[in-house]
């Protein structure tokens, strides 16, 4: 009882002094004057279990008290290991973006890959029409979530859970601008509704086509999120709850149609976003399980981005694509060139659920398979 009491009190100590912190500020709080952070952590018992105490209290599990966590002596071990690895990724004056702990810093290998999917792309398109690519004079620097030209155009970010229906969020993302422009306010679509009705397999992956296809077969109508919301832990329901919606066409002469963008073309790519509006594309994440010491080191460093442009040089361009997202914007920062990205990890992800990807290297494949879809 009297320890019951004194772990109590501690929680509850810990909670009121570090509230207003999030885990990566309070752990940067307190290794903040010392030298070699890596050794102390491996070699001072007392202070990593102070900074996974804290973490177990800032990320408490959804059924926590519903089950037991027959992997927690694991979990303990690969917090320890994230954790000396995004500090020693931060200590690097060369690394052009920060990581921080999060939510996923103690999942496993294979918890963390049933965020990624199977993404099936149409073959590369590298043709197109010549007078379609004339690339026209637009500004070095626009952002999608700060304009008034179409108010709305990008909602707030969602999260996928422990399903593989990155698609679905990626096709809401691009399709909510053009909600906009119809309705003349902001509806975040339903990504639920793709995953229980599209052709697309649920949580087990899908495609571009295989969304896009649902809609125009069903009218060119998709359901509002308010009114086919989410299952509570994103997974896919047992069949079809209904195919009403709202409709996002709006004439004869501007239907709801798409593009596969040229591959490898991101001058014509900047050009899409800034004059019709948000990206739908493929990308890769990385791997955790296997021996592929290059997927795992990208999944490591998108896993846990934080803030500035995110590059990883050698990432493959044309295989393991496996994530969808949306790009939203573009501009440069301390000289180099980044798509600013809308993920659908939830908002304690990356910054506030966003990340910069290195722009004009199509990194990690961000301009292999980009689709525009919208009214033009």
Request: net charge positive; glycine share 6%; aromatic share 14%.
């Amino acid at each position: 009882m009297i320890c019951k009491i004194f772990f109590i009190v501690l929680i509850c100590s810990i909670g009121t002094i570090h509230s207003l912190l999030n885990v990566q500020d309070f752990i940067d709080s307190i290794l903040i004057n010392e030298k070699n952070k890596i050794n102390l952590i491996e070699n001072d018992p007392i202070l990593f279990q102070r900074i996974y105490n804290y973490f177990q209290l800032h990320y408490r599990k959804e059924n926590f008290n519903k089950k037991v966590d027959w992997k927690k002596s694991e979990r303990t071990q690969i917090f320890k290991s994230n954790l000396k690895y995004v500090l020693q990724h931060n200590e690097n004056p060369l690394n052009t973006f920060k990581l921080k702990i999060n939510e996923m810093s103690d999942w496993t290998d294979y918890e963390r890959d049933q965020l990624r999917t199977k993404i099936t792309n149409e073959p590369l398109n590298r043709n197109q029409l010549i007078q379609s690519r004339q690339h026209i004079q637009i500004p070095d620097f626009y952002d999608w979530t700060n304009q008034n030209r179409v108010p709305g155009a990008v909602t707030p970010v969602k999260n996928q859970r422990h399903c593989g229906s990155c698609y679905a969020f990626a096709m809401v993302g691009a399709l909510e601008k053009t909600y906009a422009q119809i309705y003349n306010q902001s509806g975040p679509l339903s990504p639920q509704e793709l995953i229980d009705c599209s052709y697309a397999n649920g949580c087990e992956g899908g495609s571009f086509t295989d969304t896009f296809n649902y809609i125009r077969d069903n009218g060119f109508r998709l359901n509002l999120e308010k009114d086919y919301p989410s299952t509570i832990d994103g997974k896919q329901r047992e069949k079809c709850e209904k195919k009403t919606g709202v409709l996002l066409s709006f004439n004869s002469k501007y239907p709801l149609q798409y593009e596969q963008l040229p591959s490898e073309d991101e001058t014509y790519m900047k050009q899409v976003v800034y004059t019709r509006g948000p990206i739908y594309f493929s990308f890769n994440c990385g791997k955790r399980e296997g021996n592929d010491t290059i997927l795992r080191e990208v999944s490591n460093k998108f896993d846990h981005y934080a803030s500035g442009i995110f590059d990883v040089p050698g990432c493959p361009a044309y295989r393991n694509m496996n994530h969808a997202l949306v790009i939203v914007g573009y501009g440069t920062e301390n000289g180099i060139d980044y798509w600013k990205v809308k993920n659908s990890w939830g908002t304690s992800w990356g910054d506030n659920g966003y990340i910069k990807i290195r722009r004009n290297k199509n990194m990690c494949g961000i301009a292999s398979y980009p689709y525009y879809v919208g009214l033009f």
